[in-house]
């Protein structure tokens, strides 16, 4: 049985990846920074499982990251880098002055994992082995979008960069690390960047644009994540994956963002 940390689990992509793992029987440990009720509504959704546990957490911020490492109950081998802010949800952690904004995003997005990742990773290396998965975005993961924060594309793009970073160090080392780069994505962050405040109208061509004509759905990534952490990825060590349904490729069928923002 494994030990699963996932970050920004209680909602969205974070939520169906704690699912995941918790109904394939491992520990998982998630965190939550005002999802509190989701936290415990999820958590009674897995009674029939392993039962995972909720730990608050400030991701960014250098004592809350102490106060996480120290209440885990347990070494983590596998560390799922999820929680972070967009363009609009970024406002809820930071104040009103556009650099504060800047400054939250790069810390939630960027800093953050990096801290978790320097936390756990000698602790796998001791065990004889690891995996990190973090899940980056198509938007500066991949490819840029106009109309979204700059901060925003910078910080996932900083995410990406960090995963071949670490990949080239531990080419000789037993821990494998990932970034999975969603696209358009059935979530509260996605709704808060593109979709709120569209009629109906609007949003179902914002929609039938995508690839594929749809929004992907949380459970399809977490579904990614749950086979990275298994046994077969290590030949994908270092990947930055593009998982958008071919956003990537085409990034101009979001090009409405920009008109409708």
Not at 9 to 35: E, K, L, M, N, P
Not at 37 to 42: H, M, V
Not at 154 to 162: Q, T, Y
Not at 224 to 248: E, K, R, T, Y
């Amino acid at each position: 049985m494994r030990n699963i940390l996932v970050t920004g689990g209680s909602r969205g992509i974070g939520r169906a990846i704690v699912s995941r793992f918790a109904r394939a029987g491992d520990t998982v440990w998630f965190t939550y920074h005002r999802g509190a009720a989701e936290a415990r509504e999820l958590i009674g959704e897995l009674a029939g499982c392993p039962r995972p546990r909720a730990f608050p957490f400030a991701q960014g911020d250098w004592d809350s990251h102490t106060a996480l490492m120290e209440r885990l109950p347990g070494p983590v081998d596998v560390l799922v880098n999820n929680a972070a802010v967009g363009s609009r949800t970024v406002e809820m952690y930071s104040g009103p002055e556009a650099y504060q904004r800047d400054l939250a995003m790069l810390r939630i997005n960027a800093l953050g994992p990096l801290w978790l990742i320097q936390a756990v990773a000698a602790g796998m290396e001791r065990r004889g082995g690891g995996k990190i998965v973090n899940i980056c975005s198509v938007g500066g993961g991949i490819t840029q979008f106009a109309g979204f924060a700059h901060s925003d594309g910078m910080s996932k793009a900083a995410l990406a960069h960090l995963t071949r970073q670490l990949a080239a160090e531990w080419a000789h080392s037993p821990i494998d690390v990932f970034a999975l780069c969603p696209g358009a994505t059935d979530t509260p962050m996605f709704h808060a960047s593109t979709l709120d405040g569209l009629g109906p109208g609007e949003r179902a061509a914002v929609e039938a644009a995508l690839p594929g004509g749809r929004l992907l759905s949380p459970g399809e990534l977490a579904e990614i994540v749950f086979w990275l952490a298994g046994p077969h990825s290590a030949a994908m060590h270092g990947a930055v994956i593009d998982a958008s349904l071919g956003l990537g490729s085409a990034p101009g069928l979001l090009s409405r963002k920009a008109e409708v923002s």
